[in-house]
């Protein structure tokens, strides 16, 4: 039921009503919009501070163009909300029997107002130039506009579009949306820029973007209606690249996300409602930050590295208490990984964090700048997993991208005790680069039998069965458990995603009549398919489970356990068929 049937909100069904109301009714609208954005994220948790933050940008650009065919791009479009309000989505923030109806971040399949399905950082620009190319080269007449964060803006994909676009002949808009964050708060030079501009009401002679060649203007005050009108007035229909800087307040209009602008970025139903969490047990991030300090108070030369996700893993404690080991390289995953590589190169021990989902964005670095000088850079990487996230930010790739490169070695911890003892051993040691897949998914802090110490070769633990061998990769290993002990079968814990243990896996083809494999990824190219590969030539039958290779759309975990065969009952069924 519509929580709101009085909200001016219910009049607008595109941008077509929006022009129609004064100035003073686009303010209760933009008051509207604030309390419904804080009551969704209330309910399911979301994006808070940024969409609080660009309520006035959104409601102005809609006012003054003309979309769809006027186009804009949100640079990872997380601050989107408003916009979805505004162009036929309103019910899904009147009506919570609708909150469901609509995603996080735009998507052409939702709205034909949404041009990209977009939710990482830094490519709003280079999108918006090609859109601008094609354009004029099919005479068309459109205004192009593409809106960044200044976070954002610490991504390299963002300045190699900045300087492209700069040389464009004809209209493009690029809206830098300052709001003095990123995730975390903003670090680097470009701090420095921004904030000269600002101090100056735009007229800094020390001005980026004027120097790469755009025009240049500034509107003070972002979250004021007739400031964004005017300026989008001024900017409509022009025939060159344009850069318009605006300073806006991420959280406005929510006292608790302005004191806390970090933690409310993307807050939790829990955090906004009042809850209290009691978290006493570890989990993943809690061992891995007891790694961190027990190795640098036992001396060891570490740098902390994290592209602008402290929170994701717990790293405020070290940024806090252990600040020269620390190092936040912004929204910047690919420089990570390449810092990362020159303090190893130089004898120190870089420990990165980085999301599973943002970690292809530096594949080139894995690759090149690690692999290639097989570098000890030590990686934890979490977020990794079948999930039911938006198809921008699922973690299913990071085995495919790892695990095929050279040197790499990935391990797979099964219990929390074992990825604490991975992660000593691979800080300790010196030979190769280590990744360590951090369980996404709840896991025993031990498993009781022991845990090795040393994964300088890797031998897969096995608990004897008959017939049958699952080889449950990491956090997959209480349903290969579950499994193996309803069948009778060998228990495999395998450790790794790409090195294999080819002695155990030719005595287990030779005494099993079907191995299965069980892994939190997408299948193709992935941990399955490596030991089918290297048992072609056996007898043995092997079955491979995993994530087919689609990408998925917030759909529910247990319907897509069920679409690939992830349930014990459904093992079971497959291996009493397969051993007919």
Known sequence: MNQHPNYLLNKISGPTDLKKLSLTQLQQLAKEIRTLIIEKDTALGGHLGPDLGIVEATIAYHYVFNAPKDKIIWDVSHQSYPHKM????????????????????????????????????????????????????????????????????????????????????????????????????NVGGLVTALKKLRASNGTSPENPFTAMGFDYRYVADGNSLEAMIAAFKAVKNIDHPVVLHINTLKGKGFAPALKDEEHYHWASADLLSGKTSNKTKADANSVAIDVLKDEITAGQKIMAINAAIPANFSLDEIKINYPENYLDVGIAEQDSIAVAAGFAKEGGIPVLFENASFLQRAFDQLSHDVAANNLPVVMMVGRSGISNQPKTHLGLFDQVLLSNL???????????????????????????????????????????????????????????????????????????????????????????????????????????????????????????????????????????????????????????????HLTVPQIIADTQQVLK
């Open 86 to 185: 505004l162009t036929g989505r309103a019910q899904a923030w009147l009506d919570p029997e609708h909150y469901q109806d609509v995603g996080p971040y735009t998507d052409p399949e939702e709205s034909p107002y949404d041009y990209f399905a977009i939710g990482h950082t830094s490519t709003s620009i280079a999108l918006a130039t090609g859109m601008a190319k094609a354009r004029d080269l099919l005479g068309g007449h459109e205004n192009i506009m593409a809106l960044i964060g200044d976070g954002a803006m610490t991504g390299g994909l963002a300045f190699e579009g900045f300087n492209n676009a700069a040389r464009e002949k004809g209209n493009l808009v690029i809206v830098v949306n300052d709001n003095q964050w990123s995730i975390d708060k």
């Open 406 to 564: 050279p040197n790499w070695l990935y391990l797979a911890p099964t219990t929390l005790a074992e990825e604490k003892a991975m992660m000593h051993w691979a800080i300790r040691q010196r030979q190769r680069p280590v990744a360590i897949k951090m369980p996404a998914q709840a896991v025993p802090e031990d498993n009781l039998t022991g845990t090795l110490t040393d994964y300088s070769e890797i031998n897969y633990q096995v608990k004897p069965g008959k017939k049958v061998a699952v080889l449950a990769l990491g956090d997959f290993y209480p349903l290969g458990q579950e499994a193996a002990s309803q069948l009778g079968a060998t228990l495999v814990n395998p450790l790794s995603a790409n090195i294999l243990d080819k002695k155990t896996l030719a005595q287990l083809a030779q005494t099993h009549q079907l191995i299965i494999t069980l892994e939190d990824d997408v299948l193709d190219g992935g941990f399955g398919q490596k030991i089918a590969s290297y048992l072609g030539k056996s007898a043995v039958k092997v079955l491979n489970y995993g994530q087919k290779r689609v990408y998925t759309d917030q759909t529910p975990l247990d319907q897509l356990y069920k679409e690939n």
